[in-house]
Each structure stands twice: as structure tokens, then as C-alpha cells.
């Protein structure tokens, strides 16, 4: 009972000390910035969704109006539509956040609810996710969406877990991904259960995996047949939401609304390798520890290494795409990774992709627990379709897959944890410090553009 009221006081500590600081940089940024880049366009449907105006778009707008919607149902009654206001629903959305991944941490390890504390605060102060956190962008609210569905879903509260997903996808068309995840994360353990014949527990061993895996036609039909009712009903809420965006994506033709020039569906592999990039540079203490386990594997490990070299290297050479937007949009840092590295010296992107398998290796060794191989099992493929379909580079496309690789990683140090938040604070304030100072001109933009992430 002390460790858990420590925790509590520690994570209202933490919540409030994120709230003051986080205050005092949103009105900073506010009065350096009214408008940065996109916010051009949902600030115009945000104030008039706020005000009850839905029957208003905007052609550049590319996902559906989510992010509106809860402007509306939060500031909406008050009538405080201004654009300080629509700012503050994403700050709002990461204070909730904040609660979130503490409530994740703890549902998904075994670690001291202190150090989850930490860790929770640590995720969103996570530099780009924090940056997006002051502006007007769907990002923020739809990682509030997703961590509410796998948090219900998790706690077997599946009905509202669907509505949290249709949520989730209000605000971000490929979040239908996680609620698939959702949805085979619980459906595989329950099928488990009665193939098992055991008391009912909430995983899946590596050997039951193989046993199911192994189900004749007939031992599957009569394994299902036992199944319970509940258990249809709550597939069918999820499963409502899936046939409800299979009909939009087939009399819409795409499953981008908008404009579909800007967001064109296509294969891009090496997307996966810059997520592994991206959990290795912000998660850099929980993989410094396994260089040496990485080598001892390449060398146990030589056919297959060099074979995933050798596949890894022909990707990025026939399949390395570059969105215009990168290469013509210098207000975000990629611009210049792009030109200054992958752009000035073609052979830097086959000289870094042993980083990229360095990464992937970690993660899949992070995330292995033969004790319950379901997370792992979902989480791969899931984020290997979200990633995948997006030629356009963004940080913000990994947010949801970062949040859930970091929020199940197991028995981590806690000295990894403070080296972790010492990184994200240095590079927070040179961040916003590059972002006071250094100002963009843009021809079309009466006010000077800033750098973002």
C-alpha cells in the first residue's frame, strides 16, 4: 500500500511539474508562432467544427475530422474557439497522456510503480512528441485514442476499447491497424483458453502458440464451437469497425480523404529501417547494453546476418523513395538529415544499414517473452503495414509504435530510465531554443517559418 501511494504522489508530482513547465512553453511558443505549416488548415476547420459548422472542409485536409470532434466536445460548449484555445486540446491531450502510459507501464511489466512514473514522464517529454504536444496537429490526440484502446482492451472492456478505436481512427485513418492489433491480441488468448482447457489467463506461451498453430481443421471447428457467447460480442464490436472502414476505403476508392496527390499509397520499406533508427536514438540506453549480444549473434548467426544484410542493402537501393515534401520543406529537421547524409553521400544509406539491423535486433529481443508471445506477435506486422504504406518521412509517424515498444519493455534499469530523461531534456531545450532564435523566410508566409520536427 506505501508503494503504492509513493507512486501516486510521485506521478501527481511528476503530472503537475509537467503541466507548470509545459504552461509556461506553450504560451512561449504561442507568442513566437500563431501559425506553423499545417496549422493552416486545421485551425480553419477547428474553429468552425468548435462552432457546430460541420458542414465545412478543407480540400488539404487528408484524415478524417477527429481532431475537430473533440475540439468541439471540450472547448464547443464554452465557445472558446480561438486558435490559443484549439492549441491547448493537444497540450490537454498529452497532460492525459502522461496518465496513460503509467496506467500501460504498469499493465505490461512487473517494474516498481516509481520507476513507471519516471518512465511514463519520460514518454511524453519524448522530444518530437512533446514539440507537436503546443501545436494544432491530430498526433497528440490520436496517441490519447490508441493508448485508450489498448488500455480498455487490455482491461477486458472491450465495447468502450472499440469505441476509443473508432475514435483513434477519426483522427488518423492507419490507427485501424492498432485496432486490429486489439482486436487479435485478445481474440488469440481467449481461443487459447478453451483450446488449452486451462484456467483462464491473459497469455499465450510459445508453446501453446505452436499447439494452435498446429490445430487440425476439425480440432479448430470444435475449439470455436465452445467458444462463448461474450466472446462474439465483443469481436463484433471491433469487428463492426473494421467492416464500417472496409466500405469507406471501397466507395472512396482510397483511404486517404482529401488530398490524395499529397498522401499517394505505395510500398516504402526503408521506413521500417528509420523506426529502428528512431527507437535507437531516443531509446539509446536500452540498446547500448546489447552491442556485444549483437555481434555474438552475427557471429553464431553468419548465413543469416549476411543474408539480412544483403536483403536490407537491396531495399535501400531499389526501394529508398524521397516525398517532395522532403526535399523541398526546410522547416523540419529531416530536410537537412536528408541532404546533409542520405542526399550528399550515396553511400552513407548502405553504410548505416548494419545500425538499422543493430536496431531491429533490439527490439525483437526486447520484446520476446516466451511467456506470452502475442504483443510481439501483433506488434511486428502492425506497424510493418503503418509504416510501410507512407512514402512521406515523418517523426510523427512513429509516435504509436514508439509508445508501445517503450511501454512493454521489461526489467529495465533504472539507471537507463534517468539517462533517458536527462536525453530528452537536452534535447528539448535545444529544440525550442532553435526554434526561438532561427527564423525561415517563406515567399508565400507573411510571418517568418520556424524549425520543427
Known amino acids: 500500500m506505501l508503494q503504492i501511494k509513493y507512486s501516486t504522489i510521485l506521478l501527481c508530482t511528476l503530472l503537475t511539474i509537467y503541466a507548470i513547465v509545459s504552461k509556461f512553453i506553450f504560451n512561449k511558443i504561442y507568442q513566437t508562432a500563431k501559425l506553423i505549416i499545417d496549422e493552416e488548415f486545421h485551425f480553419q476547420l477547428g474553429e468552425a467544427y468548435c462552432r457546430y459548422e460541420f458542414d465545412k472542409w478543407h480540400p488539404k485536409v487528408t484524415t478524417f475530422p477527429g481532431l475537430y470532434l473533440f475540439s468541439n466536445l471540450l472547448l464547443g460548449?464554452?465557445?472558446?474557439?480561438?486558435?490559443?484555445?484549439?492549441?491547448?486540446t493537444s497540450l490537454f491531450s498529452s497532460f492525459v497522456?502522461?496518465?496513460?502510459?503509467?496506467?500501460?507501464?504498469?499493465?505490461n511489466n512487473e517494474q516498481q510503480r516509481w520507476q513507471n512514473a519516471i518512465s511514463a514522464a519520460n514518454l511524453s517529454i519524448l522530444p518530437p512528441l512533446y514539440f507537436f504536444g503546443h501545436l494544432y496537429y491530430t498526433d497528440v490526440v490520436s496517441l490519447t485514442m490508441v493508448s485508450m484502446l489498448f488500455l480498455l482492451a487490455q482491461r477486458n472492456y472491450h465495447y468502450f476499447a472499440s469505441i476509443f478505436g473508432l475514435f483513434a481512427v477519426l483522427c488518423r485513418q492507419t490507427n485501424i491497424i492498432w485496432v486490429v492489433m486489439a482486436l487479435g491480441y485478445y481474440a488469440l488468448k481467449e481461443i487459447n483458453n478453451i483450446y488449452q482447457k486451462t484456467r483462464r489467463i491473459d497469455c499465450v506461451t510459445a508453446k501453446e502458440l505452436v499447439q494452435l498453430s498446429k490445430l487440425a481443421r476439425g480440432d479448430l471447428l470444435i475449439t470455436i464451437r465452445k467458444i462463448p457467447f461474450h466472446f462474439w460480442l465483443n469481436v463484433t464490436c471491433y469487428g463492426s469497425l473494421l467492416i464500417f472502414f472496409v466500405l469507406f476505403v471501397y466507395i472512396n476508392g482510397s483511404i486517404v480523404v482529401g488530398d490524395k496527390t499529397a498522401h499517394e499509397a505505395t510500398i516504402h520499406l526503408p521506413q521500417l529501417f528509420y523506426f529502428s533508427l528512431f527507437c535507437l536514438v531516443f531509446a539509446w540506453p536500452h540498446f547500448i547494453t546489447e552491442i556485444f549480444s549483437f555481434f555474438k549473434f552475427v557471429k553464431c548467426h553468419k548465413i543469416v546476418s549476411l543474408g539480412a544484410l544483403l536483403l536490407s542493402v537491396t531495399i535501400v537501393h531499389f526501394n529508398t523513395l524521397v516525398h517532395p515534401y522532403v526535399l523541398a520543406d526546410n522547416r523540419h529537421y529531416f530536410f537537412y538529415i536528408w541532404n546533409r547524409f542520405y542526399g550528399k553521400y550515396f553511400w552513407f544509406r548502405y553504410v548505416i544499414v548494419p545500425v538499422y539491423l543493430f536496431g531491429w535486433?533490439?527490439?525483437?529481443?526486447?520484446?520476446?517473452?516466451?511467456?506470452?508471445?502475442?504483443?510481439?506477435?501483433?506488434?511486428?506486422?502492425?506497424?510493418?503495414?503503418?509504416?510501410?504504406?507512407?512514402?512521406?518521412?515523418e517523426f510523427r509517424y512513429f509516435f504509436i509504435p514508439y509508445v508501445l515498444f517503450r511501454t512493454h519493455l521489461k526489467n529495465v534499469d533504472v539507471r537507463f530510465v534517468f539517462y533517458e530523461f536527462i536525453t530528452y531534456c537536452v534535447l528539448n531545450a535545444c529544440t525550442l531554443y532553435i526554434f526561438f532564435t532561427k527564423t525561415i523566410e517563406w515567399e508565400n508566409f507573411e510571418c517568418p517559418q520556424r524549425l520543427i520536427w
Do not use: E, G, H, M
Open 77 to 88: 460548449p464554452f465557445d472558446l474557439c480561438s486558435t490559443y484555445w484549439l492549441r491547448l
Open 361 to 393: 535486433f533490439v527490439i525483437i529481443k526486447k520484446l520476446w517473452d516466451k511467456r506470452d508471445v502475442r504483443f510481439l506477435l501483433f506488434f511486428i506486422p502492425c506497424t510493418v503495414l503503418v509504416l510501410v504504406t507512407q512514402k512521406l518521412l
Open 97 to 107: 497522456n502522461l496518465i496513460l502510459f503509467y496506467c500501460l507501464l504498469n499493465l
